[in-house]
């Protein structure tokens, strides 16, 4: 039963995780804005902000389709994560633990998820099963 349940959780996982980042880097764009962004990315300490903050902008928004999607997934999980690190590095860290008190908690949360998701194949419907199988076929 965990077998057959296993792609289907995982489709939801990455469901799940993708809409999340989709919308914090909708948000970077649609609601802070770039330059919003920029600033607090600024005030964070964050090097090269005013390229860092377009650029996880981008890879939040592009990286949460591609979970969604089921895409370049080792890829994605591993930047998706290394973004979250920053996060916790930057931002986090020092406020400790506990989410409700802008702690790492949550962050790590995504970091860990974006690895997991990355790295165990997506689940149904993922394109990159889809697309392996197909390039299988065709090989054999």
């Known amino acids: 039963m965990v ?43 964050i090097p090269l902000a005013g390229v860092a903050a377009p650029a996880v902008a981008v890879l939040e928004v592009a990286g949460g389709l591609a979970l969604i999607l089921g895409v370049a997934l080792p890829i994605v999980g591993t930047l998706l994560a290394l973004n979250m690190v920053g996060a916790i590095v930057f931002v986090h860290a020092a406020n400790g633990f506990a989410a409700g008190e802008g702690g790492y908690e949550f962050v790590l949360a995504l970091a860990a998820a974006s690895l997991a998701i990355g790295f165990t194949g997506g689940g149904a419907l993922a394109l990159d099963n889809v697309l392996g199988r197909r390039r299988a076929t065709a090989t054999a």
């Open 3 to 45: 077998d057959q349940a296993r792609p289907v959780v995982l489709l939801l996982a990455r469901i799940a995780i993708g809409v999340i980042f989709l919308v914090h880097g909708y948000q970077k764009f649609a609601t802070m804005g770039i330059a919003g962004t920029t600033k607090f990315f600024e005030s964070a300490g």
